[in-house]
DNA sequence: GTCTATAAAAAGATAGAC
DNA sequence: GTCTATCTTTTTATAGAC
């Protein structure tokens, strides 16, 4: 994967390489970006960039699980900012779908690039897959368990399976919006955006609600 | 599109190719799968597939849209199928969806596809996108309504708005399910494919049903 | 309309100098 | 470790015979 390889360079080099890699795979798709056109954009030689990394597939899976490390953290913080101390039920979880829905048109590159491992999902090795959804995905989706746990002890909603309630939540928010939108390559109107996810929270809340 | 070129050869030879077309988009994505290897599997020269389409984009979107109109007439046989006649509304709906579910297991090339359509979203023609939404998925989605809305006036529903109650049936049955298996590209097992769904009825049931 | 043969461009990866 | 120059293969698309 992305482990430091042999002969590790300048890591200046390196992350310059990283993050052209990630534009230019988001806005090529994997097959279709050369290694040229990754070297040219990060201002760097092509050797450089096999210096560094294996090869074509090395460097976009290692790009691949950089990024879904990013945005779980994103969303941790989102969690922690508004789950964490709970003022109004419907409001704040409202607030942290808004925000978290928001998450994807920020890091446009990374989801045009998850939307390329959909379409390669077949073709990328069982192992890296599994723990690209991990590290991405299925952490980013699994965290919300817990404060959703939390809120039921404090008699905010009705203790249920706090896992399922969190993959429900999901579905009628941020799913929801992603499906539409394809995962942002073809935005929503934001009031359209907003009704959909005020539409889900109220619905989540009509299964979970006291 | 697929209109009808200017010489439209045999149209036998027309079908070998757009048959050959969707298994090797589906196995190979659009960009990999290469003209020669389309001609090879239908049997064909080279020649002949660009005497029948424009060039790859157009042999591709045609593809796509046959198979999107293929998938949304299996849909619309299982809805009249299962829900026309209701004798049970959860055994009904839970048919109804495994059937669906289990759908995308028999179009494994088309949904292939549709991963590779979305993977390309930005970069296709926003015009021929938006058809192809239109003739695949939103359709199988809406479709759905009009029978919901049926069993409301039936008194087994609560009657509210018909989409959007269609809207959370696909989510919690239809969506889940192609979200975790990345529409059949990493299979799960029968028995979780069957939990999830049937979660999903019974959890759509505590929204909408008497 | 269909075929074989080929043109023309682009890709991934490496050799070898510094 | 980084660069320039190059090798080799594969790609899309077309010319020209039948």
Redesign the interface.
Known sequence: MSAPHPAAGRPEKRRAITGAARRVFGNE?Y??AGVDAIAAEAGVSKRTIYNHFRDKEDLFLSVALEGAHEVTETIARLLDRHLRKIVDVADDLTAFALERVAAVAEFPEHF?LV??I??????IP?AV?EEWIKAGPQTAHLRLAPYLARMADDGLLTPEDPE?AA??FN??TV??VN?RT??G??PLPPEQVTELVT?GVR?FL??YGR
Do not use: C, K, S
């Open positions: 798709g097959v279709r045009a939307r390329t959909e379409a390669e999902a077949a073709r069982p897959l399922r993959d429900h579905l009628l799913v929801n499906q394809f995962y390559a073809i539409d619905t009509r299964l």
